[in-house]
């Protein structure tokens, strides 16, 4: 019974954010200094364009609610007409607005980023768990000792790198044996799709490894403390005296406990990790959202930005929401 | 018989005795040291406008240059230099803003509790949640690109977790006897944060102020390298940014992209070094454990006898 009240109490929360973070969005981009309608329509656009994003947006209209309209109309429905309200109803309906600088709508030019930005990250954070942990654990057993030592100096140091210039001098070393960008060779049409994933797979190497660098000392440090913590609980010791091995003790007991909290973590680290992806992307002209969110303040394309970064938070949101649940579920400890 | 967790020097002799605070705070004060010094050890001054011939274009490094020159014929030694001031500077403004509200509101919200306390987390959750490094991008990308503003960005958007970490400290010592007879022979509240509390929870609050300031530097090269830097001034980022942008790679360049990288990832690893060798001394579990060597244990347990756990045992 608690569990569920807790869970219906952590979803009402994570809404309320998901709220704060849409007014703030429609408000961020109207307080822009100078008139709404050019920053909305770009000054480009057909005069037919500007009047249609005018009428769309209600840019005519004040900001929040319409109390004048109302008091002159005398209808309370006029109240809700403005610029904010249709906002929340374009949204509903999947709408973010024209581009200004291509003549095609957010969404769709948001939504042929999703793909690629998916892929990087997946690959990333797979490669940067897997070496993570798996370091990680076998640092804390041998804690202290050389390898110890060796993990906690690579951990350290590639954590404290800053990711885009990782990928630059990653970039400057591999350049004439990894194609240096773009996510598939240009011109050239595949016989098989297998072919085509190789291609693709070919141009993910140095992005993916970047992100995975990036991500492998944070989850390597984690690990490795959690582990620690883990393994000087007292039945860790009983273990021991059961006569147990150490590798069964790590595989049985403390892999698993330590590897709770990576859960959360990952989840957390999730905006860290899309924000890095902002980065490599815009080395490696790696065709994402975070590409698309750098061409756009070059172009200031911001019915593009606006649209980007309402995805990339609504994502990290509701991520953390799934992480929230499933540790609960993992870990009958977890009350609140 | 003492209950605090920590006395000055107790803490002071462990730190010295530790071997990555020690290398960490003086890779800092190297930086810091030529921050301070720029002028005095920079050659040229790469605010100063040049003159410049097509040979100074990307030249190599060399006698007069010791890294080299940039893309209009600058002396990339003489803007690492310099950038140092700007990346310490976003640094240390940001993370005074996040440890202002940090500590603040950590502090409030572990002491008082209650529906505050909730309340209070709630909304450090709810900034904690949103993705920084795209917010700040939307911000400044709309709003501007002054540093005061990145200063405020950074520090504004990035204190929740400094907030937790002090919370959960003051949670773990406001409960101690200490505290409970400063209570019961009617200190005030504000005396017993500031007199009792507050200094127990320092060492957190110092090893949070050196992740603060590496986390504020990294934003600030992240935003410089995406062109949202101050246009008026060089930093680290910035310097790859322009590097980048203006094809240092594809010419090999290496003086003039490696040099910013290593002093960001020398401040970060630095800081870092400092950060872990503090939380080594207030959580000593992570210090041994049970599948130890005997000997090691018994060997660590001699070094540690003198100094109690914070992690309770009352």
């Given at each position: 019974?608690?569990?569920?009240?807790?869970?219906?109490?952590?979803?009402?929360?994570?809404?309320?954010?998901?709220?704060?973070?849409?007014?703030?969005?429609?408000?961020?981009?109207?307080?822009?200094?100078?008139?709404?309608?050019?920053?909305?329509?770009?000054?480009?656009?057909?005069?037919?364009?500007?009047?249609?994003?005018?009428?769309?947006?209600?840019?005519?209209?004040?900001?929040?609610?319409?109390?004048?309209?109302?008091?002159?109309?005398?209808?309370?429905?006029?109240?809700?007409?403005?610029?904010?309200?249709?906002?929340?109803?374009?949204?509903?309906?999947?709408?973010?607005?024209?581009?200004?600088?291509?003549?095609?709508?957010?969404?769709?030019?948001?939504?042929?980023?999703?793909?690629?930005?998916?892929?990087?990250?997946?690959?990333?954070?797979?490669?940067?768990?897997?070496f993570g942990t798996l370091l990680g654990i076998i640092s804390a057993w041998k804690a202290r000792g050389m390898i110890d030592v060796t993990t906690q100096i690579v951990g350290l140091i590639a954590y404290s790198l800053?990711?885009?210039?990782?990928?630059?001098?990653?970039?400057?070393?591999?350049?004439?044996?990894?194609?240096?960008?773009?996510?598939?060779?240009?011109?050239?049409?595949?016989?098989?799709?297998?072919?085509?994933?190789?291609?693709?797979?070919?141009?993910?190497?140095?992005?993916?490894?970047?992100?995975?660098l990036?991500?492998f000392g944070?989850y390597l440090l984690?690990v490795r403390n959690?582990t620690l913590?883990?393994?000087?609980?007292?039945?860790?010791?009983?273990?021991?005296?059961?006569?147990?091995?150490?590798?069964?003790?790590?595989?049985?007991?403390?892999?698993?406990?330590?590897?709770?909290?990576?859960?959360?973590?990952?989840?957390?680290?999730?905006?860290?990790?899309?924000?890095?992806?902002?980065?490599?992307?815009?080395?490696?002209?790696?065709?994402?959202?975070?590409?698309?969110?750098?061409?756009?303040?070059?172009?200031?394309?911001?019915?593009?930005?606006?649209?980007?970064?309402?995805?990339?938070?609504?994502?990290?949101?509701?991520?953390?929401?799934?992480?929230?649940?499933?540790?609960?579920?993992?870990?009958?400890?977890?009350?609140? | 018989?003492?209950?605090?967790?920590?006395?000055?020097?107790?803490?002071?002799?462990?730190?010295?005795?530790?071997k990555q605070?020690?290398i960490?705070?003086?890779?800092?004060?190297?930086?810091?040291?030529?921050?301070?010094?720029?002028?005095?050890?920079?050659?040229?001054?790469?605010?100063?406008?040049?003159?410049?011939?097509?040979?100074?274009?990307?030249?190599?490094?060399?006698?007069?240059?010791?890294?080299?020159?940039?893309?209009?014929?600058?002396?990339?030694?003489?803007?690492?230099?310099?950038?140092?001031?700007?990346?310490?500077?976003?640094?240390?403004?940001?993370?005074?803003?996040?440890?202002?509200?940090?500590?603040?509101?950590?502090?409030?919200?572990?002491?008082?509790?209650?529906?505050?306390?909730?309340?209070?987390?709630?909304?450090?959750?709810?900034?904690?949640?949103?993705?920084?490094?795209?917010?700040?991008?939307?911000?400044?990308?709309?709003?501007?690109?002054?540093?005061?503003?990145?200063?405020?960005?950074?520090?504004?958007?990035?204190?929740?977790?400094?907030?937790?970490?002090?919370?959960?400290?003051?949670?773990?010592?406001?409960?101690?006897?200490?505290?409970?007879?400063?209570?019961?022979?009617?200190?005030?509240?504000?005396?017993?944060?500031?007199?009792?509390?507050?200094?127990?929870?320092?060492?957190?609050?110092?090893?949070?102020?050196?992740?603060?300031?590496?986390?504020?530097?990294?934003?600030?090269?992240?935003?410089?390298?995406?062109?949202?830097?101050?246009?008026?001034?060089?930093?680290?980022?910035?310097?790859?940014?322009?590097?980048?942008?203006?094809?240092?790679?594809?010419?090999?360049?290496?003086?003039?992209?490696?040099?910013?990288?290593?002093?960001?990832?020398?401040?970060?690893l630095?800081?870092n070094l400092?950060?872990n060798?503090?939380?080594?001394?207030?959580?000593?579990?992570?210090?041994?454990?049970?599948?130890?060597?005997?000997?090691?244990?018994?060997?660590?347990?001699?070094?540690?006898?003198?100094?109690?756990?914070?992690?309770?045992?009352?």
């Amino acid at each position: 019974m608690d569990k569920i009240e807790n869970i219906i109490r952590k979803f009402g929360f994570n809404l309320v954010t998901l709220v704060v973070v849409i007014v703030f969005n429609f408000y961020l981009f109207r307080i822009v200094p100078g008139d709404p309608v050019a920053m909305m329509a770009s000054p480009r656009m057909k005069p037919e364009t500007r009047e249609l994003i005018r009428e769309q947006f209600g840019l005519d209209k004040p900001l929040w609610l319409n109390f004048e309209g109302m008091r002159a109309e005398g209808e309370i429905s006029t109240l809700f007409e403005s610029q904010f309200v249709y906002y929340l109803k374009n949204l509903a309906k999947g709408d973010l607005g024209q581009s200004f600088r291509q003549n095609k709508p957010v969404a769709e030019l948001i939504g042929a980023r999703i793909g690629p930005t998916v892929l990087l990250i997946l690959t990333g954070e797979f490669i940067g768990i897997l070496f993570g942990t798996l370091l990680g654990i076998i640092s804390a057993w041998k804690a202290r000792g050389m390898i110890d030592v060796t993990t906690q100096i690579v951990g350290l140091i590639a954590y404290s790198l800053p990711s885009f210039w990782l990928g630059i001098i990653l970039l400057m070393l591999a350049r004439g044996y990894l194609p240096s960008g773009g996510y598939v060779t240009l011109g050239v049409t595949y016989a098989t799709t297998i072919e085509h994933w190789l291609d693709i797979g070919k141009h993910l190497v140095l992005p993916a490894s970047t992100l995975a660098l990036l991500l492998f000392g944070a989850y390597l440090l984690i690990v490795r403390n959690s582990t620690l913590e883990v393994l000087s609980e007292d039945y860790i010791l009983t273990a021991k005296a059961k006569g147990l091995s150490s590798f069964q003790i790590l595989w049985k007991h403390a892999l698993k406990n330590a590897s709770l909290p990576l859960i959360t973590i990952i989840a957390m680290d999730l905006g860290y990790a899309l924000g890095g992806a902002i980065q490599i992307e815009t080395i490696f002209s790696w065709p994402g959202l975070g590409r698309l969110m750098f061409e756009a303040i070059g172009q200031r394309d911001y019915p593009v930005l606006q649209g980007a970064f309402l995805l990339l938070a609504v994502s990290v949101i509701m991520a953390n929401f799934l992480a929230d649940l499933t540790y609960s579920l993992l870990d009958p400890r977890v009350e609140d | 018989m003492t209950e605090k967790i920590y006395s000055k020097r107790s803490f002071f002799r462990q730190y010295i005795g530790s071997k990555q605070g020690v290398i960490g705070a003086v890779m800092l004060l190297l930086v810091i040291m030529t921050a301070l010094f720029a002028p005095w050890i920079a050659p040229y001054d790469p605010y100063e406008p040049i003159s410049a011939t097509t040979e100074d274009v990307l030249a190599p490094p060399g006698p007069g240059h010791l890294l080299g020159q940039d893309e209009i014929g600058r002396d990339v030694f003489s803007s690492v230099v310099f950038g140092a001031r700007i990346s310490l500077l976003v640094g240390f403004a940001a993370s005074l803003i996040m440890i202002l509200l940090g500590c603040t509101v950590g502090l409030v919200s572990g002491y008082v509790g209650g529906r505050l306390d909730i309340l209070l987390m709630r909304i450090t959750d709810g900034v904690l949640v949103i993705p920084s490094l795209p917010l700040m991008l939307v911000i400044i990308a709309v709003a501007g690109r002054g540093i005061g503003l990145i200063i405020m960005v950074i520090g504004l958007f990035s204190w929740p977790y400094t907030a937790r970490v002090i919370r959960a400290q003051v949670i773990s010592i406001k409960e101690r006897q200490f505290v409970m007879r400063a209570k019961a022979i009617g200190v005030s509240h504000f005396g017993i944060v500031m007199v009792h509390i507050l200094p127990q929870v320092l060492p957190v609050i110092f090893a949070s102020i050196t992740l603060d300031i590496s986390a504020a530097i990294l934003a600030e090269a992240g935003l410089s390298f995406l062109g949202l830097g101050d246009p008026t001034l060089i930093s680290w980022g910035s310097m790859i940014n322009q590097a980048f942008s203006r094809g240092a790679v594809s010419r090999g360049a290496w003086w003039y992209l490696v040099p910013p990288g290593f002093l960001l990832a020398w401040v970060t690893l630095g800081l870092n070094l400092v950060s872990n060798a503090i939380q080594e001394i207030v959580n000593p579990r992570l210090r041994t454990h049970n599948l130890f060597d005997e000997r090691k244990i018994l060997s660590l347990l001699g070094r540690l006898r003198n100094y109690p756990s914070s992690q309770g045992g009352e």
